[in-house]
């Protein structure tokens, strides 16, 4: 039996704080085209104008759903919206972000497209940049971009491992509600923000029979700012990276998760977290340093040294801080695997988007350089 492609959609909305941009994530749900909505919106003990802002919209169209309550953090609130929900799929949608008005339509209707249930629907997202300076913002198709198939059977995260790999792109995603709850998955509902969505998306993804995908982006993300992030000053939020991936190892060992292809791109995300709380925080930051060997301790050797994704440098950074010697790190495969990956971000992003992805690398290696010798001053 194929999916219905005028089912009700359950729109999970946390807020907190986001009254600068809120009304124009509420219009872009409500603009849909997809008409059948459920939109679940939960103000998360707010300080600022939110909730003003969340009832006059709830005012204006019946389909909203306000509930205030005291802060509990992004995934507790988005559980009791999941608790909440009366739709055969659920989408979770940010509130400082957006979408184009046929995202829903399009994503049922590629649902509608095999018989039998389909567990999620994927697509790639748009990245904004800069958005706090309306000259100077751009946006730019994410990793994802051309890398999803335009599916015309199910697939599972065997298939399309990337799904995985980088950003915890939640949002840009439904999920059949039967799903979630035959299987039990939920948020977990750490305090704050929490990256609670990391968790979640290896959880529903390795658990998921039939993954639906096609490379159409309608969410539009805003990043973080350069340095936004660093310098944390909680050692809590240091530590966040590292213990949300050993969190997701777990899930993957308790699911009995061996696929190399998985295993590959949950160790590219580790990798990558470890690079950027480097930059955020510094190496010399024991924080840093132990959670980089957390991590490191819990992936097998076999797989890092025979990963073309990963450099030569990093193999060899992995080598050392886990104390083994005698291993050859070949250099050829990221050589050829570094060409190819230039020549795709150009065909997707211009030489334009090639230019500002350079520069924003070269300008974090600065900023990290710049702390590494005030660290060592001090």
Not at 107 to 119: Q, Y
Not at 141 to 158: E, F, I, K, S, Y
Not at 320 to 348: D, L
Request: aromatic share 10%; net charge negative.
């Amino acid at each position: 039996m194929k999916s219905d492609a005028s089912a009700l959609v359950s729109v999970i909305i946390p807020v907190c704080n986001v009254e600068k941009y809120l009304a124009q994530c509420l219009e872009s749900i409500c603009s849909q085209t997809h008409r059948e909505l459920e939109i679940i919106c939960l103000n998360d003990g707010s300080k600022d104008g939110s909730l003003a802002i969340l009832r006059e919209f709830e005012t204006r169209d019946p389909r909203v759903i306000v509930v205030d309550k005291p802060n509990e953090g992004y995934g507790a609130t988005c559980n009791r919206g999941l608790e909440m929900a009366h739709g055969a799929w659920v989408s979770v949608i940010e509130p400082d972000d957006w979408i184009d008005s046929a995202m829903y339509e399009r994503m049922l209707a590629r649902a509608a497209m095999v018989d039998g249930p389909v567990d999620i629907v994927k697509c790639p997202w748009i990245d904004v940049h800069d958005w706090d300076d309306p000259d100077m913002q751009y946006e730019q198709q994410c990793v994802l971009a051309h890398r999803l198939p335009n599916t015309t059977r199910p697939v599972t995260l065997v298939d399309l491992p990337i799904m995985v790999e980088q950003h915890p792109s939640i949002w840009s995603a439904i999920y059949r509600r039967d799903f979630l709850n035959e299987c039990g998955i939920r948020f977990v509902p750490y305090p704050g923000a929490g990256w609670a969505d990391n968790p979640f998306l290896i959880e529903a993804f390795c658990q998921a029979k039939a993954i639906m995908t096609f490379d159409e982006a309608f969410y539009h993300y805003r990043c973080d700012l350069p340095g936004a992030t660093y310098n944390h000053k909680k050692d809590s939020a240091v530590a966040l990276p590292f213990d949300r991936w050993c969190n997701m190892t777990d899930i993957l060992e308790r699911l009995h998760v061996t696929d190399l292809g998985i295993l590959e791109a949950h160790y590219m995300r580790g990798f990558n977290y470890i690079h950027g709380a480097i930059v955020d925080d510094g190496w010399e930051n024991p924080i840093v340093q132990d959670g980089t060997r957390r991590v490191f301790s819990r992936m097998d050797t076999d797989i890092v040294l025979g990963h073309p994704k990963l450099s030569p440098k990093r193999k060899r950074f992995y080598l050392e801080q886990m104390g083994i010697t005698g291993r050859h790190v070949p250099v050829w495969p990221r050589v050829k695997y570094f060409a190819s990956e230039t020549a795709f971000f150009v065909r997707t992003n211009g030489v334009g988007g090639l230019v500002r992805k350079v520069g924003g690398f070269v300008n974090g290696k600065q900023i990290a350089r710049a702390r590494a010798k005030e660290n060592a001053k001090g």
